[in-house]
């Protein structure tokens, strides 16, 4: 069974920072191309960094210079650092997993406050 558990979110300020973290189980994780996306309330789900199986890197504009995605494939995870966070970057974050199939995490709530 496939299970991505993010943690790491909650509430702050803006201007501070936040780390994600999901926890891959039940795939072959180095395997897998690994991303975060978004959902704000109103608003379709949308990209905010990937990460593939040889470390390649691509964000979407809105957080270029202030998030950084990175995987640590012997601890199955990944995880997004978020640095100098707007009240725009409020939203459900989620992990996704992409290889031949697709999966998705339970995602995790990131609210900044202005």
């Known amino acids: 069974q496939v299970q991505l558990v993010e943690s790491g979110g909650g509430l702050v300020q803006a201007g501070g920072s936040l780390r994600l973290s999901c926890a891959a189980s039940?795939?072959?994780?180095?395997?897998?191309?690994m991303g975060w996306y978004r959902q704000a309330p109103g608003k379709q789900r949308e990209l905010v960094a990937r990460i593939t199986s040889g470390g390649s890197t691509n964000y979407a504009d809105s957080v270029k210079g202030r998030f950084t995605i990175s995987r640590d494939n012997a601890k199955n995870t990944v995880y997004l650092q978020m640095n100098s966070l707007k009240p725009e970057d409020t939203a459900d974050y989620y992990c996704n997993a992409q290889l031949i199939s697709t999966y998705w995490g339970q995602g995790t709530q990131v609210t900044v406050s202005s």
């Open positions: 039940g795939i072959s994780f180095s395997r897998f191309s």
